[in-house]
C-alpha cells in the first residue's frame, strides 16, 4: 500500500516532469507564448508526486511497513520516533528521494515568484531546465535508485539505520540544510542556461537570481558546518574536519559558489566576466552531481559510501550532459557574451574580485584534484595510493591565508581605482587590530608561523568588516545591517571566526590516552580528568556502557560504548565540556572488563572549537540579512562617487560606503537585445 | 609612520612566536606521525583517529620506532614499504605521485601571470577619454532608468 502509493507518486513526478519539458519545449520552439502559463499544471503535479512519494516513504517508516525493502533494511521498531523520521535520509534511495522533494519545492517557489512573468522565455526556459533536472532524478527513482521496491517475504523487524545516523540529533538537519544548498543551486544554473538558450545575456538573470543564489549558498554554508559539527559530536576521533571524499563534494560547489557571489558584483558593476560567470555556476552545479555521484557510487571510500549502487554511470553521464551543454551554449553564445568592459587598476574592488576569484578557482581546483587523483592513477597505471588530509592542509593553507589576507583589504577598496592615502587611511585601524590579535596570541603563548599569520590575519579581516558594519549602522541606522554588502560583512565575520578557530583547534590540540582506574585523576594540557565508574543504560533501541568522567572537579560527562541489537560492534559516543577558551573532549575507547577494571578513554583538549560553530550561526545570520533588501535607491541617483579629473581620488565621504544598488547595470543592457 | 610601527611589532611578535616552539612530548611527535598514515582496515581514517586494533598497534610502534631514534620519514617509509604506497596518506614527492603537488602550484602559477597580463593588456588600452558614442550610452541610460539589469 505505502509503496505502491510511493511508486505512483515517482511515477506522477516523473511523468509531469516530462510533460512539462515537453509542453515548454513545444511553446518555446513555436514561440507559442499563452502556451508557456500552462506549465503551472505540471509543476503542480510535480510537487503533488514528490509530496505524495515522500509521505508514503515516512508513512511506511512510521507503520513499519517492512514489506518495503527500504523499510526493513534500514528501519526497525526499536528506534525512537525522530531517527525513524531521519531514517528516510539515511541511505541512498531515499536520500535521493529527500534530492527529489527539495527539487520539487525549488520548482514550485520559482513558479510562484515569476508567476506574472510566465510568458517570458527567460522563465520558460529556466523552468525547462529545472523540469529535465526534476525528470532525471525521478527518473532514477523509478530505475536505479527505486525506494518502494517490495519484498515478497515480509520480515518482523529490521536492523535500524546506521548506528552513528540514529544517535544525534543534528541527523535530523544536517542533511536537509545541505540539500536545499545543493538542490537550490538548481534555480540560478537554470536561468543561466535560460539566458544563454535565449540570448538574453546581459545581467537581468543575474538580478533576478541573486536571492536564490543566496539562500542556497547560505543554506549549504549552514550544512557543511553542521556536518562538521556531528561529525564532532559523533564519531569520537576529536576532529570536525578530515577532508574525507564526501566533505569535498560538499565543499567544492561551495568554492564556486563563493567565488561566483563575488564575481557577479563585478558583472554587475561593470558588465565584465560574463563568460566567467556563467562558467562558474555551471561548476557549481555540475559539481554538485559530480559529487553526488563520488560519494554515492562506491568509487571512493568514505565514511559517508553507505551503499554501492549503479546509480554510478546514470550520474556521472548527467554530469558529463550538463557539462557539454554548458560548454557548448557558453561556446555559441560566445560572440554576445564578449563584455567591452576593462578594469583600470589591480588595487580596486574589482581586482580584489578578480584575485578572491583566482583564490577560490585555486582552491576549489586543489580540492577537486586531491580529491580525484587515486581515481586517476589507479586507472592510469593500476596502483593505489591516497591522499589524505595532510596533503590537502597544507596545500590549502597559503590559499586561505591569502584569501583572510583579501577579506582585510578588500572592503576597504574603492571601485575603479584606490589610492594608498585613502588605503591607508581606511586599514590602519584594522591593521592596528590584527597586529593586537597577534601581539596577544604571542603574550599567551601560541606559537607556529601560519598558525600566527592566520590569527593576526583573522584580526585585520574581522576589524575591517566591522568597520564597514560600524560606519553602516552609523550612517542608516539598524539598515546599515541590512542588504548584500552590510550582510556579508556579517558574513566575513563568521568566516573569520571558523578560520581563527580551526587554526587554532588543529595547531593546538592535546590528546591523551588514559588508562584510569575508578577515582584516578589524570591531568591533560590545563585540565584534570577524574574517572568515577561505569554505568550501562539500556533502553529500546541500544545497550549504553557510559564512563562517568569529572572534569575540572566540576561536571561530570558520560562518553559511552554503545551497542545496538543489529550491530555488530560496538560504537563510541563521545561526551564534550564546550567552553568560549577550549573543549574537553572524552571517548572511551575501552570499557573496563569488570565494574572495578580500568577504563581506557581518550582525551583532546582543543582551543575555540566552540567558535566554529558560532561563526556558521554568523554566516548564516548574515546570509539572511544579505537577502533582506538592503535600501533603495532611485535609478537616477548616482551609483559613483563624482571623480575630480586632477590629484588624488577624492576620499572626504568615504564614498565606497554607500550602499549600491546596481543601477550602472542598466548601461550595459544597451548591448542586449 | 603608523604602518612602519606596525610593521616592527608583527615582525617581532612572529619572531618570538616561532622561537618558542619548544620540544613537543613524545604523544605529540607519535600523533604528527600518525596523522600521516592510513588506518589498514577502516576506510578513510588515519590512524591518528581510528580506535580500531591495527590502528592502536601501529600507534604503539611508531612509538618505538621514535624511541629507537628513527626519524619521522623513515618510520613513513617502512609502512609505505610494508603496507604498500596506499599507506601513506601524504603522497610521494617523486615519480607519478609527485603531480599532486606540482601541478596546482603550475596551475596557480600560470593563472597569476593571466591575471596580470589581463592588467596589463587593459592598461595599455586605457585612454581615458568618453567618445561621443559613451556619452550616448550613458544619456540613454540615464533616460531610461528602469530598463533590464536596473535591480528593481
Redesign the interface.
Known amino acids: 500500500m505505502n509503496a505502491a502509493l510511493g511508486r505512483g507518486g515517482v511515477i506522477l513526478a516523473f511523468i509531469s516532469a516530462l510533460g512539462g519539458v515537453g509542453l515548454l519545449g513545444y511553446a518555446l520552439l513555436t514561440k507559442q507564448r499563452a502556451l508557456l502559463t500552462q506549465v503551472t499544471r505540471f509543476v503542480g503535479f510535480v510537487a503533488a508526486g514528490a509530496v505524495l512519494a515522500f509521505a508514503a516513504m515516512e508513512r511506511g517508516l512510521i507503520t513499519r511497513d517492512f514489506s518495503m525493502q527500504y523499510v526493513a533494511e534500514h528501519g526497525s521498531t526499536r528506534t525512537p520516533a525522530l531517527y525513524n523520521f531521519t531514517t528516510l535520509w539515511s541511505a541512498l534511495e531515499g536520500s535521493i528521494l529527500l534530492w527529489g522533494l527539495i527539487l520539487a519545492g525549488y520548482l514550485v517557489a520559482v513558479t510562484a515568484k515569476f508567476r506574472r512573468r510566465l510568458t517570458d522565455p527567460l522563465v520558460g526556459w529556466a523552468l525547462l531546465v529545472m523540469l529535465v533536472v526534476a525528470a532525471f532524478f525521478f527518473g532514477l527513482m523509478l530505475g536505479p535508485a527505486n525506494p518502494f521496491r517490495t519484498l515478497s517475504t515480509v520480515p518482523l523487524d529490521g536492523p535500524g539505520p546506521n548506528p552513528l545516523l540514529q544517535n544525534h540529533i543534528l541527523v535530523a538537519f544536517h542533511p536537509p540544510m545541505l540539500y536545499l544548498g545543493f538542490v537550490g543551486f538548481t534555480v540560478p544554473f537554470a536561468f543561466a542556461i535560460a539566458a544563454l538558450a535565449t540570448g538574453r545575456v546581459g545581467e537581468g538573470w543575474l538580478v533576478e537570481t541573486r536571492r536564490w543564489t543566496l539562500f542556497a549558498w547560505g543554506f549549504l554554508s549552514v550544512g557543511i558546518v553542521l556536518g562538521a559539527w556531528w561529525s564532532y559530536e559523533v564519531l569520537g576521533w576529536g576532529g570536525y574536519w578530515m577532508w574525507d571524499p564526501v566533505e569535498n563534494a560538499s565543499f567544492l560547489p561551495w568554492l564556486t559558489g563563493t567565488a561566483y557571489i563575488h564575481s557577479v558584483m563585478v558583472q554587475e558593476r561593470r558588465g565584465m566576466l560574463r563568460v566567467w560567470n556563467l562558467s562558474l555556476l555551471c561548476a557549481t552545479f555540475s559539481l554538485t552531481i559530480l559529487g553526488t555521484f563520488l560519494t554515492r557510487s562506491g568509487v571512493l571510500d568514505s565514511v559517508h559510501a553507505f551503499s554501492d549502487s549503479t546509480i554510478g554511470p546514470l550520474l556521472l553521464g548527467f554530469f558529463g550532459l550538463v557539462v557539454l551543454v554548458s560548454v557548448g551554449l557558453i561556446g555559441w553564445r560566445g560572440d554576445r557574451l564578449r563584455a567591452p568592459g576593462r578594469i583600470d587598476s589591480p588595487l580596486s574592488r574589482e581586482g580584489a574580485f578578480l584575485a578572491n576569484n583566482l583564490l577560490f578557482a585555486a582552491f576549489a581546483f586543489v580540492v577537486l584534484l586531491g580529491t580525484v587523483f587515486p581515481l586517476i592513477v589507479e586507472a592510469i597505471r593500476g596502483d593505489q595510493l591516497s591522499v589524505g588530509e595532510p596533503y590537502f592542509n597544507r596545500m590549502t593553507m597559503p590559499i586561505g591565508l591569502a584569501l583572510l589576507f583579501l577579506m582585510a583589504v578588500a572592503p576597504a577598496l574603492p571601485w575603479r581605482k584606490a589610492s594608498t592615502e585613502t588605503l591607508s587611511k581606511r586599514l590602519i585601524w584594522p591593521a592596528s587590530i590584527g597586529t593586537a590579535v597577534l601581539v596577544f596570541a604571542v603574550a599567551v603563548g601560541a606559537s607556529g608561523l601560519p598558525t600566527l599569520v592566520a590569527f593576526g590575519l583573522g584580526g585585520f579581516a574581522g576589524a575591517a568588516a566591522l568597520r564597514q558594519v560600524v560606519l553602516a549602522t552609523r550612517r542608516q541606522g539598524w539598515r546599515g545591517l541590512v542588504g548584500r554588502t552590510n550582510g556579508g560583512m556579517i558574513v566575513h565575520l563568521g568566516i573569520v571566526l571558523i578560520a581563527v578557530a580551526f587554526a587554532a583547534s588543529s595547531s593546538y590540540a592535546h590528546q591523551r590516552e588514559l588508562v584510569l582506574a575508578p577515582g584516578e585523576t589524570a591531568r591533560v594540557g590545563t585540565h584534570s580528568v577524574t574517572y568515577l565508574g561505569m554505568r550501562t543504560i539500556v533502553d529500546s533501541a541500544k545497550t549504553a556502557r557510559e564512563a562517568r568522567i569529572r572534569i575540572d572537579g566540576g561536571q561530570v560527562y558520560a562518553p559511552s560504548l554503545q551497542r545496538f541489537p543489529e550491530g555488530t560492534s560496538e560504537v563510541g559516543r563521545p561526551s564534550v565540556q564546550s567552553g568560549l577558551v577550549d573543549d574537553v573532549y572524552l571517548a572511551l575507547v575501552e570499557a573496563p572488563a569488570n565494574p572495578g577494571g580500568q577504563a581506557r578513554v581518550r582525551v583532546i583538549v582543543q582551543p575555540l572549537v566552540l567558535w566554529l560553530w558560532v561563526g556558521g550561526g554568523l554566516i548564516a545570520v548574515g546570509s539572511m540579512l544579505a537577502a533582506f533588501p538592503g535600501r533603495r535607491r532611485r535609478g537616477t541617483e548616482p551609483v559613483s562617487a563624482p571623480v575630480t579629473v586632477a590629484g588624488p581620488a577624492p576620499t572626504p565621504a568615504a564614498p565606497d560606503e554607500v550602499v549600491r544598488e546596481p543601477v550602472g547595470s542598466s548601461l550595459r543592457t544597451a548591448t542586449d537585445p | 609612520m603608523?604602518?612602519l610601527v606596525?610593521g616592527f611589532?608583527?615582525i617581532g611578535?612572529?619572531i618570538?612566536?616561532?622561537r618558542?616552539?619548544?620540544p613537543s612530548s613524545q604523544?605529540?611527535k607519535v600523533?604528527a606521525i600518525a596523522?600521516?598514515i592510513?588506518c589498514p582496515e577502516c576506510?578513510?581514517?588515519?590512524v591518528?583517529?581510528?580506535?580500531s586494533a591495527s590502528s592502536k598497534a601501529i600507534r604503539v610502534d611508531i612509538g618505538a620506532r621514535l624511541r629507537r631514534g628513527q626519524s619521522a620519514d623513515e618510520i613513513r617509509d617502512y609502512y609505505a614499504a610494508h603496507y604498500?604506497?596506499?599507506?601513506?596518506?601524504?603522497?610521494?614527492r617523486s615519480g607519478?605521485?609527485s603531480?599532486?603537488?606540482i601541478?596546482?602550484v603550475v596551475?596557480?602559477v600560470i593563472?597569476?601571470a593571466a591575471?596580470a597580463a589581463?592588467?596589463v593588456r587593459?592598461r595599455s588600452?586605457?585612454d581615458g577619454h568618453a567618445t561621443d558614442e559613451d556619452r550616448a550610452?550613458?544619456a540613454?541610460?540615464?533616460a531610461?532608468?528602469?530598463?533590464?539589469?536596473?535591480?528593481?
Open positions: 603608523h604602518w606596525l611589532i608583527v611578535a612572529l618570538i612566536g616561532t618558542s616552539t619548544g604523544e605529540d600523533q596523522r600521516t592510513k576506510e578513510g581514517q588515519s591518528a583517529t581510528s580506535g604498500g604506497e596506499a599507506i601513506l596518506l601524504t603522497p610521494a607519478a605521485a603531480l599532486v603537488w601541478i596546482p596551475a596557480i593563472a597569476i591575471l589581463a592588467f587593459w588600452a586605457a550610452l550613458v540613454a541610460a540615464l531610461d532608468p528602469h530598463g533590464e539589469g536596473s535591480g528593481r
